[in-house]
């Protein structure tokens, strides 16, 4: 379960604290002025708390193997708790519309056992298939389509009949772009490269895919570390994975830590995740995009919440506990990225502000 602690190192960090204060005030109104008419004036006011939702259940995983019949049930139960419908029907229907097409963003690099699990993001699928959901309204996605095929997620998509797509794949929207005064350098595949022919460029543009293929997005990312940013999470896994041109962020925990909440700020992103679930069945505290089972602990665990800053900072909490658990050396705090996407209104970052229950 979840530890209790807090990171007293990360609290009283007086310098990231004023860069997240006085960063805070033009992230929103810099992501709105990238949208085609969208207002530029933002409250810096986060919600007072959020909810998450731990559902456990000791049999999830045998081996460090998923079991999807036990995952299914892990996730009917978490989504009619969690809404609190009493049908998964109308659970689902107070999430998505049947008309809606419904983006499953999954986090493949890392693989199938340490990436999103397979066997979740069919669970979750099979889940809104029963409910009524067209199958031709299901796109898992992710940013490559080389990890989503080596993860099995093309194989999981031709047993449901959903689609599996790849945001790099199908072109960028020009009318969608978060521009940055960092000039990044362009490569295959960045719009401005492909198009323009140009080798420097300060706006990533979102990926049509996001932009005009779906109208709801459900982020499933992993209980993974991340050496950058803490953990591989909701807001560096939706945010990196719908535009181009992120090199220039990719190297540099303080840019990251402004350019990731300043993303997921998009009204073409953001505005459109209804549900996040972090698959906590286990927690692998080192290696980032490499399988470490090693480094990992099972927690049998599926986490829910609308909040993805929550979901993170907790992620990133329950890490730092499976390493001091595991007596191994502490990594540095990343609490700039949580506060400033928490000054933005993306969600709560101050563990005291979450609201944690529990289903077995």
Request: glycine fraction near 8%; aromatic fraction near 6%.
């Amino acid at each position: 379960m979840l530890g209790a602690s807090r990171n007293p190192q990360a609290a009283a960090s007086a310098f990231v604290l004023a860069v997240a204060v006085c960063l805070g005030s033009g992230l929103r109104a810099r992501a709105a002025e990238s949208q085609t008419n969208a207002p530029t004036a933002f409250p810096i006011r986060g919600p007072a708390k959020a909810r998450v939702l731990i559902v456990e259940d000791d049999q999830a995983t045998s081996a460090y193997a998923a079991r999807l019949d036990v995952i299914r049930r892990m996730v009917d139960r978490g989504l009619t708790n969690f809404t609190g419908r009493t049908s998964l029907t109308d659970a689902w229907r107070s999430l998505v519309a049947t008309q809606d097409i419904v983006g499953i963003k999954v986090y493949s690099a890392p693989g199938a056992l340490s990436g999103t699990r397979p066997a979740v993001a069919e669970a979750l699928v099979s889940s809104l298939l029963a409910s009524g959901h067209p199958a031709a309204g299901v796109i898992i996605w992710d940013k490559q389509m080389a990890p989503l095929r080596q993860a099995g997620f093309l194989d999981l998509g031709e047993r449901l009949g959903v689609r599996v797509a790849a945001s790099t794949e199908g072109g960028y929207d020009t009318n969608h772009f978060y521009d940055n005064a960092i000039l990044g350098q362009l490569v295959h595949g960045d719009h401005d490269f492909d198009v323009r022919g140009e080798t420097m460029g300060r706006k990533s543009y979102v990926s049509k895919l996001v932009s005009q293929q779906m109208t709801k997005i459900i982020s499933l990312a992993p209980l993974l570390n991340h050496n950058l940013t803490g953990v591989s999470g909701h807001l560096l896994s939706l945010s990196l994975g719908s535009v181009d041109n992120t090199i220039r962020f990719v190297s540099d925990p303080t840019r990251l830590a402004v350019a990731v909440p300043e993303i997921y700020a998009l009204p073409v992103l953001g505005d459109r995740v209804v549900l996040n679930i972090t698959d906590a069945l286990l927690a692998q505290y080192y290696g980032e995009e490499r399988t470490l089972l090693h480094y990992s602990a099972v927690l049998n665990q599926l986490w829910f919440s609308t909040d993805p800053v929550a979901l993170d900072v907790l992620a990133a909490r329950e890490l730092a506990r499976q390493r001091q658990l595991a007596d191994m050396p502490a990594e540095s705090s990343h609490l700039a990225l949580y506060q400033n996407a928490s000054l933005v209104e993306i969600g709560v970052s101050d563990p005291n502000a979450i609201i944690i229950e529990t289903a077995k």
